[in-house]
T-cell receptor, first 114, second 114 residues
Framework: DTAVSQTPKYLVTQMGNDKSIKCEQN?????MYWYKQDSKKFLKIMFS???????INETVPNRFSPKSPDKAHLNLHINSLELGDSAVYFC?????????????FGPGTRLLVL | AQKITQTQPGMFVQEKEAVTLDCTYD???????LFWYKQPSSGEMIFLIY??????QNATEGRYSLNFQKARKSANLVISASQLGDSAMYFC???????????FGTGTKLQVIP
């Protein structure tokens, strides 16, 4: 009965590689997000999709490309990985029509680029 | 200017005591929501409590309560009867009505001492 799930949980890869992280939510939410948490624990929004439409696209390198095949899924593809991409990536979801629009987070994907 | 400020990078509290984690925010939007999340050492982000800007009463959820002082633009989290399992990072966050995204503070690391 996992609410927001991410795969993989850990990702160790070499510089220059391309990798993807997948996210799925079974909460019936209409909005999904990608966040990056750096080594100092600072959490920053990267992207957000509402009903498969991109609504937030923060200043991130265009090596990062989100894709939302449907409302329940949001994937993140990263090309040409760099050392600075090492971080924890969180997926989250919310319901925009609820008053609080509380975001619920997945367990995170710990990416280490060597 | 920082939208969310958490001035306490780290705090200690004795088990069974109450503790207050500070959060101040900056917005000119009359409608906004304030959130607190807990991040234990295992890494997941756990939603704790929500306060809407128009809510007349302070939010409470079990041992968590939010001391909302609108004029001072503060939204402090109070944890009563601290438990060892409360040791974690705590993040304050704000969503403004005019914006799609949630802004997070830098977090406070709470350690509960037996």
């Amino acid at each position: 009965d996992t609410a927001v799930s991410q795969t993989p949980k850990y990702l160790v890869t070499q510089m220059g590689n391309d990798k993807s992280i997948k996210c799925e939510q079974n909460l019936g939410h209409d909005t999904m997000y990608w966040y990056k948490q750096d080594s100092k624990k600072f959490l920053k929004i990267m992207f957000s999709y509402n009903n498969k439409e991109l609504i937030i696209n923060e200043t991130v390198p265009n090596r990062f490309s989100p894709k939302s095949p449907d409302k329940a899924h949001l994937n993140l593809h990263i090309n040409s990985l760099e050392l600075g991409d090492s971080a924890v990536y969180f997926c989250a979801s919310s319901h925009r029509t609820s008053p609080e629009e509380t975001q619920y987070f997945g367990p995170g994907t710990r990416l280490l680029v060597l | 200017a920082q939208k969310i400020t958490q001035t306490q990078p780290g705090m200690f509290v004795q088990e069974k005591e109450a503790v207050t984690l500070d959060c101040t925010y900056d917005t000119s939007d009359p409608s906004y929501g304030l959130f607190w999340y807990k991040q234990p050492s295992s890494g997941e982000m756990i939603f704790l409590i929500y306060q809407g800007s128009y809510d007349q009463q302070n939010a409470t959820e079990g041992r968590y309560s939010l001391n909302f002082q609108k004029a001072r633009k503060s939204a402090n989290l109070v944890i009563s009867a601290s438990q060892l399992g409360d040791s974690a990072m705590y993040f304050c966050a704000m969503r403004e009505e005019g914006y799609q995204k949630v802004t997070f503070g830098t977090g406070t690391k709470l350690q509960v001492i037996p």
